[in-house]
């Protein structure tokens, strides 16, 4: 019987789960399944997405004949050929012969590989840039070498603003009824399984994943669709930023990640002991023994930690086979920018520590400890100082640490020594965001503020400070009374450019058929993505060069949600997209919203236009 998800209106999710499966690719445990994806769309014409691994293929092809209907199937969009995705083209060329593949050079040479019917009169070729109309749907194409082979590109819905990403954004796991990466508890159960497709699939190529965010950073992305895990219609820039993190090469914890390989235990031991002492130091530590833990949760774990101890035995003249096979495995996927320290045993002629350090020294920027610690069969009570002093290099090395504190006390000098003021000490303040709304005769505005703070509690009052020059500062200037919508950490990034990156002189920032509401005092407010609305009259004004200080009596409140309120921090590290890569412009970019100023120097009195931020919010190009 079929068993499909309606994606968005006209789009299907036709996939299926496979939970019996030992090793994804015969070398990856997926003890929670996997999904293998594939949407069906149904516009003026019909267009299938990819199609999934054998194992599934009966309920994926149930799932097309249901969706479809009496409708034929025009279109297949093959993305990536690695058979997890392209087992049942041959067979869906023989239910549908009519059907023409729309995919590129390198796809159409690899289904000659693969399979024996004739491509060439059946496809349709794209390339960089290319875009491809169903009716009502426009897709572009995009070509993403190497996320995860040579031939795979990805496509976007201009229209529905979804981005089909192939391997990449993809999870292990089998969806379990989910669908979307909101129906689930995804940073609590899925994050880890989330790192280890990554890092394992196409860790090896960083590079080539940022290169396709870079070009994923000019779009605006509401919905993705990968091949493998859930689909992203919400928090979408956070995992977008996990993805930043990870083909960076950029640790995501600092601690030290211990992997051991210890045949009768004194290896294990030397291991433990060195996880008690950094623990002591207050350092965060994970361990693994390379003979029981799977290589890829040991590989995943490798891109999280900042700090990575080997302990090995010698075997055979060389590295224990497990530990040899790890390392093989970490240096393949690119592994860089760590701190690297060894523990090395023998009990007649060590030499695992030299042959790891030759290993991790064909990695880019690996700091190796010079203290190697060397065990001739078993730790002993005089070499406990030995672990000290490895304990003590990883310790001054890991920020937050012995070594942060130093710091910290310099900072404390600095500040005593010069009395200055850094403005981007005033980053540090934890600030709630709003949209300020206010009405002038039938016409409506609203602003993005950050300056709502409450002044007193009996009475009831709130202050806001307000930019001069935003329409809404006139208006409450002229009317006294203004609302504040406390905004949620669902609010999108679109919600934020609506209020805050035009002026409300020029546009209706009301008029965007979202849901319209209004408070006693007749102002319009956002109650889509708001956990509360508190309505204000303007009791005090003060001014202050650039912002007028308004002080306002409470006189309606009223609790919307209990979704969380969004801070400015979370704003920067969730909603609002990575700044947009850029090597033709030379200027400075406005952190807040993007904009760009071209130019050598950035004036010191310079407002941005269009969220009126000031210079220090400006950064270099
Ligand atoms: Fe899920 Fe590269 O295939």
Not at 137 to 148: D, I, R
Not at 314 to 338: C, K, P, S
Not at 404 to 412: G, H, L, N, P, V
Not at 577 to 599: A, F, L, N, R
Request: charged residues 25%.
């Amino acid at each position: 019987m079929y068993c499909y998800r309606k994606v968005t209106e006209d789009l299907f999710w036709v996939g299926s789960n496979d939970r019996r499966l030992a090793m994804f690719e015969g070398v990856y445990s997926v003890p929670g399944g996997v999904s293998y994806n594939s949407y069906l769309l149904i516009d003026e014409k019909t267009v299938l997405f990819d199609t999934v691994d054998k194992a599934v293929k009966g309920i994926f092809f149930e799932n097309i004949a249901e969706v479809l209907g009496d409708r034929k199937l025009d279109y297949l969009v093959v993305h990536h050929m690695e058979p997890d995705h392209s087992e049942a083209i041959q067979e869906l060329v023989m239910r549908y012969p009519d059907i023409q593949i729309i995919c590129n050079q390198k796809i159409a040479s690899m289904i000659k590989q693969y399979f024996d019917f004739d491509i060439d009169s059946r496809a349709i070729l794209m390339k960089e840039g290319d875009s491809f109309s169903t009716g009502k749907h426009n897709l572009v194409f995009v070509m993403a070498p190497m996320v995860h082979w040579p031939e795979v590109m990805v496509s976007y819905d201009t229209t529905d603003k979804i981005l089909f990403s192939a391997d990449g954004f993809g999870t292990f796991g089998a969806l379990n009824g989910a669908l979307f990466a909101d129906e689930v508890n995804f940073e609590r159960d899925y994050l880890d399984e989330a790192r280890r497709y990554y890092t394992n699939i196409v860790g090896k190529y960083g590079d080539q994943v940022q290169t396709l965010l870079k070009k994923a950073s000019a779009l605006e992305i509401e919905m993705i669709c990968p091949l493998h895990g859930f689909v992203w219609r919400k928090n979408i820039s956070d995992f977008i930023g996990k993805y930043m993190h990870w083909s960076s090469y950029a640790p995501e914890e600092y601690g030290v990640m211990i992997a051991y390989a210890s045949v009768y235990g004194h290896t294990e031991n030397t291991a433990e002991i060195l996880a008690c002492k950094l623990r002591e130091r207050g350092v965060k530590t994970v361990m693994f023994d390379v003979s029981v833990t799977p290589a890829s949760d040991i590989i995943a774990a490798a891109f999280k930690w900042s700090h990575l101890v080997f302990a090995s035995t010698t075997y055979n003249a060389g590295i224990f086979v497990n530990m040899e096979a790890l390392i093989y495995d970490l240096v393949a996927h690119n592994i860089q920018n760590r701190t690297i320290a060894l523990i090395e045993n023998g009990s007649w002629a060590p030499t695992s520590g030299r042959l790891m350090r030759e290993e991790f020294e064909k990695c880019k920027n690996m700091t190796i400890l010079d203290n190697t610690v060397k065990i001739l069969s078993s730790l002993k009570r005089e070499q406990l100082a030995e672990l000290d002093a490895l304990t003590d290099a990883l310790t001054e090395s890991i920020p937050g640490s012995a070594k942060a504190q130093m710091a910290t006390k310099e900072k404390k000098e600095i500040i005593q020594e010069k009395a200055e003021v850094d403005p981007t000490a005033m980053f540090k303040l934890s600030y709630g965001l709003f949209v300020l709304s206010a009405k002038d005769g039938d016409k409506d505005n609203g602003c993005i503020t950050n300056t709502v703070m409450q002044v007193t509690d009996v009475k009831k009052r709130i202050a806001i400070a307000v930019n001069k020059a935003n329409y809404t500062h006139d208006m409450i200037m002229k009317t006294g009374a203004f609302n504040v919508s406390v905004l949620t950490t669902e609010a999108p990034f679109k919600l934020f450019k609506q209020f805050g990156f035009q002026s409300g002189r020029d546009v209706d920032k009301f008029a965007d058929g979202g849901v319209q509401a209004r408070t006693a005092n007749g102002i319009s407010y956002v109650p889509e993505y708001s956990n509360a609305v508190i309505s204000g009259k303007v009791v005090e004004t003060q001014e202050y060069d650039t912002h007028t200080l308004f002080i306002a009596e409470v006189t309606e409140a009223a609790v919307l949600s209990n979704v969380p309120s969004v801070t400015y921090q979370y704003y920067f590290d969730h909603i609002k997209p990575q700044p947009q890569p850029t090597t033709e412009k030379s200027g400075y970019v406005c952190k807040i919203c993007g904009y760009i100023y071209e130019g050598e120097e950035l004036p010191a009195d310079f407002i941005c236009p269009l969220c009126k931020h000031g210079a220090e919010d400006f950064e270099k190009l």
